[in-house]
């Protein structure tokens, strides 16, 4: 007995065209099917995936970079050797290699040092005008003092042009010394001008290293 599809495929309204082409791909689907069950898959071995090298190309995103090489405390760029400059003995020259210190800055402590006969302390850069603090912070450790240099002034002789050119001196102080010492003669210490009240306490320390009492 022979079994009529027509009425089936009269129901899903198939032309003839339509039934061919999906007979054929049935057909494909089968064959498809087939192949997945009938050939065995091969299971991917991790060690046999190519792997292509990296190229170093210096800052790639994501390269890792070998750990830097520790510097140690001694550099092989040398540091210049830091310059001492006594400021009692220096020109210009040796004043413009300190950090902070021009050609004007240099000329300003060398006028003030023939201005006070010599430089006692470092300390006193800092009354140089134009030196800021933080260039006295600087050089302070670069600068030694020789106060063999110092010329002093001879209190019992000297004259009040000689007197006065010491900035540390008021002139009225000038005045005062020079009549203390028309009356009572010679002035024997430093402590003479400071009882006397010819000088004050403040201005007797920083005149003290200038003063010969011969």
Known sequence: ???????ILKWFGYTRRERRASLILII????????????????IIIE???VEPVKNTGNSVGQISPPAKKVSGHSSV??????????????TS?????????PVLSQRIIKYRQLL???AV???LREVYGVKPETYEIIKERVI???????????????????????YFERNEVNSILKFRELEGRIRSIDDLVANKLIGEETAKKVKPYLSFK
């Open 1 to 7: 007995m022979k079994f009529d599809f027509s009425p």
């Open 28 to 43: 494909l689907i089968f064959a498809v099917f087939s192949v997945r069950f009938l050939v065995p898959e091969r299971p």
């Open 48 to 50: 046999e995936i190519p």
């Open 78 to 91: 040398q540091r210049k050797k830091e310059i001492m400059v006594d400021i009692n003995r220096c020109d």
């Open 94 to 102: 040796e004043l413009i290699r300190l950090p902070g210190i021009g």
């Open 117 to 119: 006969g010599g430089y």
């Open 122 to 124: 470092k300390e006193q």
């Open 145 to 167: 003092v020789d106060t063999s240099c110092i010329e002093k002034i001879e209190i019992n002789s000297g004259d009040y042009k000689r007197l006065s050119r010491m900035p």
